[in-house]
């Protein structure tokens, strides 16, 4: 994580962590805000798609990359890949949101539709990949991807020592991984919250089952990587 931290730092600055009094009242804590939406594509996960494409070998950038994605981890993968100069592929949903779609776009990524939901985008992606010789970009299941992700919650830590819990978005995976990763390696007491979407509830299912676990609901509306 350190080391991503280092990779990183000069195509992406540290977000803004604000305090906001209303939020205090809401909740009865004292609230702090990790701005990740001031990242160039407006989420967390440019980190991890930064960190990734940045150690690509020599093979991996001259065949390019391809991914899965519904919006927020395809920007990532597309910003990235324009940064270093790498061809990028983005699978997505046929219905997939058209500013994201627009966004991957302006980055230099060629999008591919394919399915109704992200599995069948992911499913179609994994064969391409092995048609056309790409490298293959999991959305949650990458290392690189996990610790470029985690920066995040080493910055919250480093600027305030004192948090002791940090809430966390459940999507894909990786930036609660990251988090997870992060915040138990830096101080084991800090307690972290995977919040998900009633509408896609598999990592919720999945946690509270112990091993993984496929939601009919959380198919039709992807998991939102």
Known sequence: MLTARQRIAPYLRPTSLYRYPALDAMTGAQLWVKHENHQPVGAFKVRGGVNLVSQLTADERRRGVITASTGNHGQSVAYAADLFGVRAVICMPEQANPVKVESVRALG???????????????????????????????????ALIAGVATYTLEILQERPDIEVIVVPVGGGSGAAGACVAAKSVRSSVEVIGVQSEAAPAA??????????????????????
């Open 204 to 225: 919720y299912r999945s946690w509270q089952a112990g091993k993984l676990v496929e939601d009919t609901t959380a198919r039709r509306f992807g998991n939102l990587p």
């Open 109 to 143: 990524a060629e999008v591919i539709f394919h399915g109704a939901d992200f599995d069948d985008a992911r499913e179609y992606c994994e064969e391409q990949a092995a048609v056309r010789g790409y490298r293959y970009i999991n959305s949650g299941n990458e290392p």
